[in-house]
């Protein structure tokens, strides 16, 4: 059996998506993760426009904070892809810690690292990676190149699996369990998905 391909287009401080990523994401990634092969965007309903130098402004949906904590999201996930024993990759800690964090609320400025700094320690990845990334080239280019990655859609968070997007559950979210999606998607036996 091959992996269940999970793509979530999100924004990090859209609380249907921390919603998304707490309740649906995390239990399906702590039962099923040996079959998922995870694939995060932050980014969501973001828009961009090019400087006059080539490179990209952001403007996000929930603030400049949220433009922040996509852009460090985004270059745990570039520079942490190794997965362990159980196929967790090593930035997924980080990406579930940011998500369930209280200061997801705060989208004033200026933007706190400390919870960031927490979670990057709690998930024993290294903070000046990331900082590096985000404050350089390296991450303008990186957001421009996550942009282009998010499809055309009509509301985060926005799942697809194995190139199908879910349906809608009516509400504006996506419909289902997503460990009984990724379950039905996988086809085959095993643990957690009976």
């Keep these: 059996m091959s992996l269940v391909t999970v793509?979530?287009?999100?924004?990090?401080?859209?609380?249907?998506?921390i919603n998304y990523a707490q309740t649906s994401l995390a239990p399906a990634m702590a039962s099923l993760s040996p079959i998922i092969s995870l694939e995060v965007y932050p980014y969501g309903n973001a828009e961009e426009t090019q400087n006059a130098d080539g490179s990209w402004q952001f403007d996000c949906?929930?603030?400049d904070n949220e433009c922040t904590a996509n852009l460090y999201e985004a270059c745990a996930i570039e520079h942490f892809p190794k997965v362990d024993d159980n196929n967790v990759p090593q930035w997924y800690p980080f990406f579930e810690c940011m998500e369930s964090s209280d200061y997801n609320?705060?989208?004033?400025r200026p933007y706190n690292t400390s919870v960031a700094i927490g979670c990057s320690d709690?998930?024993?990845?290294?903070?000046?990676?990331i900082t590096t990334c985000a404050e350089g080239d390296e991450g303008n280019v990186l957001m421009h190149?996550?942009?282009?990655?998010?499809?055309n859609h009509t509301y985060v968070p926005w799942v697809v699996i194995n190139g199908e997007t879910v349906p809608d559950s009516g509400s504006g979210y996506?419909?289902?369990n997503l460990t009984e999606l990724v379950c039905a998607a996988y086809g085959g036996d095993f643990e957690g998905c009976n």
């Design 7 to 17: 793509q979530l287009f999100s924004e990090s401080l859209c609380p249907d998506c």
């Design 122 to 129: 709690d998930a024993g990845i290294d903070w000046d990676t």
């Design 61 to 63: 949906q929930h603030g």
């Design 145 to 151: 190149g996550v942009a282009l990655a998010t499809p």
């Design 105 to 108: 609320l705060n989208r004033y």
């Design 174 to 176: 996506p419909a289902g």
